[in-house]
T-cell receptor
């Protein structure tokens, strides 16, 4: 693989279910991010990780959790999905925190019913 | 609060020039980014400005005025493939990107 991959591509989920969105990068980037993108709104940061073993909260972290056990993987978990979490989710990575270009995965389209 | 403003939609003609403006108010400033996003796809990096002035990269140029909290993206010799959304983002004092809602650019033949 080259770059960032996300899985699944799309998912329809019943409210109350648990869901993990997967993200893997092969660029050995230190920093990784999870965003959600909703119509009419800018990308909003959910959680980030500046390096393996550390995570931080972004602008809209409620209802989501992340882990960073190694450099390559950064899964996002919805513990109990709600309809307001219907969105397109993008994972991104950069060489480090700061003024570095962020590379984006192809996105996961999630619908919570 | 933090705010990034850009027009919702713009229309231009193939072969012409278009300027997409972005104004911002953020807590701190560590650079301004422009990304391109085709419908249904991921954003891709276009440009980065941290100092005042114009950065040129082929058909695309980006300008920054930090004192005015203002940037623009200039696209020359428009092609149909330039039809996309253009996202302005500012890196704040916490080194997090604050994103505008994007400008949808429609190119007409």
């Amino acid at each position: 693989i080259a770059g960032i991959t996300q899985a699944p591509t799309s998912q329809i989920l019943a409210a109350g279910r648990r869901m993990t969105l997967r993200c893997t990068q092969d660029m050995r980037h230190n920093a990784m991010y999870w965003y959600r993108q909703d119509l009419g709104l800018g990308l909003r940061l959910i959680h980030y990780s500046n390096t393996a073993g550390t995570t931080g909260k972004g602008e809209v972290p409620d209802g989501y959790s992340v882990s960073r056990a190694n450099t390559d993987d950064f899964p996002l978990t919805l513990a109990s999905a709600v309809p307001s979490q219907t969105s397109v989710y993008f994972c991104a990575s950069s060489e480090g925190q700061g003024a570095n270009e962020q590379f984006f995965g192809p996105g996961t389209r999630l619908t919570v019913l | 609060g933090q705010n990034i403003d850009q027009p919702t939609e713009m229309t231009a003609t193939e072969g012409a020039i278009v300027q997409i403006n972005c104004t911002y108010q953020t807590s701190g400033f560590n650079g301004l980014f422009w990304y391109q996003q085709h419908a249904g796809e991921a954003p891709t990096f276009l440009s980065y400005n941290v100092l005042d002035g114009l950065e040129e990269k082929g058909r695309f140029s980006s300008f920054l005025s930090r004192s005015k909290g203002y940037s623009y993206l200039l696209l020359k010799e428009l092609q149909m493939k330039d039809s996309a959304s253009y996202l302005c983002a500012v890196m704040d004092s916490n080194y997090q990107l604050i994103w505008g809602a994007g400008t949808k650019l429609i190119i007409k033949p």
